[in-house]
């Protein structure tokens, strides 16, 4: 379905704000903001199969390599288990080598994830292994000034069956762009 209708819907307890999600295989991992809950759902029914603890924010997910990897708001990915959601490892991400904080909102597409860095029209590609950010995408202009007054910052990065090709809204944003990123 492409025209954005709402197929179904899953409630979360009111204690819970949920944010990043990801599917893995069968299954979806879904994140809690605040609460350090990872909810494990059917892929097929969405029903919940169980939970996880973690510690601090979930902000981002995304599923790479046989690993998930989850953004908490500071300058860290950390690396779980898909199966267990158990800690495997961090990387601090780096551009020119000082941290990039607040990563937000994660897309994990061939070997590389990209995080949109929270309150900013920017997107960065990182390697995963090493840290390292090894593409900016500045995202600003995409919408006019009349949409722009009313909208909140860019906060959805999602790719899409087309190569190259991803999806990207934010907050109380009326619109969702179609984009490939290109070199300037």
Avoid: H
Avoid at 40 to 46: C, G
Avoid at 146 to 154: C, I, K, P, W
């Amino acid at each position: 379905m492409t025209n954005g209708a709402e197929l179904e819907r899953v409630e979360l307890p009111s204690r819970f704000f949920g944010e990043g999600i990801t599917v893995v295989g069968d299954r979806i991992w879904q994140l809690s903001w605040k609460s350090g809950t990872a909810f494990l759902r059917d892929r097929a029914t969405l029903r919940e199969k169980r939970r996880a603890s973690y510690d601090g924010e979930g902000w981002g997910l995304c599923s790479s390599g046989g690993r998930l990897v989850m953004s908490d708001g500071s300058e860290e990915l950390t690396f779980r288990d898909p199966n267990t959601f158990a800690e495997r490892g961090r990387v601090t991400v780096r551009l020119g080598g000082e941290p990039v904080e607040e990563l937000n909102e994660l897309e994990c597409v061939d070997g590389s994830v990209w995080a949109n860095v929270w309150k900013t029209d920017r997107i960065v590609r990182i390697d995963p292994d090493s840290g390292r950010v090894t593409a900016v995408v500045n995202a600003s202009g995409l919408l006019d000034e009349s949409a722009e007054s009313g909208a909140g910052v860019l906060n959805g990065t999602a790719a899409t069956d087309a190569e190259g090709e991803f999806l990207l809204t934010g907050k109380y944003w009326p619109k969702m762009f179609r984009v490939r990123f290109v070199p300037e």
